[in-house]
Structures are given as structure tokens and as C-alpha cells.
Nanobody, 121 residues
Framework: QVQVVESGGGLVQPGGSLRLSCAAS????????MEWYRQAPGKQRELVAS???????NYAYSVKGRFTISRDNAKNTVYLQMNSLKPEDTAVYYC???????????????WGQGTQVTVSS
């Protein structure tokens, strides 16, 4: 079994910063892509940022220049540094990990339970 757990959400004022963490644990051989999604009330879940095992990153246009995704492969952990936060960044943030549980096997996707980020004065 694989568990994915996010942490680091909270309430922050506009212009502030937060750092989210997501750790995967369990029967892990390797992890391919790790991604952050978010879902605001009444809206669909959207991809915020992704990072490959080799460190190639991709960002949604709305967060480019403000958010930075990074990962520590030794710890099976991905981070999301969020700066210059805006009220429209308010959402539940979810972590997704494409996990390979054995040599030669395909990756299976695992989701975390989500962490709330609220940007408000």
C-alpha cells in the first residue's frame, strides 16, 4: 500500500507565502511525476504544477512566477512554495504521485487527502 499525505496549508493574508509538503510512503520502488492540483468551491480540480523524477517542471499560467515546485527523491517528497498569494488561490490543494511499486511495473496514481489554503485579509 502507498500513502500520500499533504501538510502546510492554512490561512494567509494576500501577498503572503505558504509552503506545502507532500510525502509518499509505503511500497515504493520509484516515483515518476509528482503533481499539485487545487479545487476551489464550485470549480473543477485543476493542475497547478508538476515535476518529473528528473526535475522538469511545468506550471499553470495563473501561478507562473509565483509558485515553485520541487522534490526530494530520497524522501519521496514534493514541495510547493507559494509566494505573492492572491484570494483566488484559495482552494483545497491535492498532491498526486505516479508510483511504481516494483521493477518493470507501470506506475499507479495515488492522491492525498488535500490541505486547505485560504488567502484572505
Amino acid at each position: 500500500q502507498v500513502q500520500v499525505v499533504e501538510s502546510g496549508g492554512g490561512l494567509v493574508q494576500p501577498g503572503g507565502s505558504l509552503r506545502l509538503s507532500c510525502a509518499a510512503s509505503g511500497s515504493i520502488f520509484s516515483i515518476n511525476t509528482m503533481e499539485w492540483y487545487r479545487q476551489a468551491p464550485g470549480k473543477q480540480r485543476e493542475l497547478v504544477a508538476s515535476i518529473t523524477s528528473g526535475g522538469i517542471t511545468n506550471y499553470a499560467y495563473s501561478v507562473k512566477g509565483r509558485f515553485t515546485i520541487s522534490r526530494d527523491n530520497a524522501k519521496n517528497t514534493v514541495y510547493l512554495q507559494m509566494n505573492s498569494l492572491k484570494p483566488e488561490d484559495t482552494a483545497v490543494y491535492y498532491c498526486y504521485a505516479a508510483v511504481v511499486i516494483g521493477r518493470g511495473q507501470y506506475a499507479t496514481g495515488y492522491w492525498g487527502q488535500g490541505t486547505q489554503v485560504t488567502v484572505s485579509s
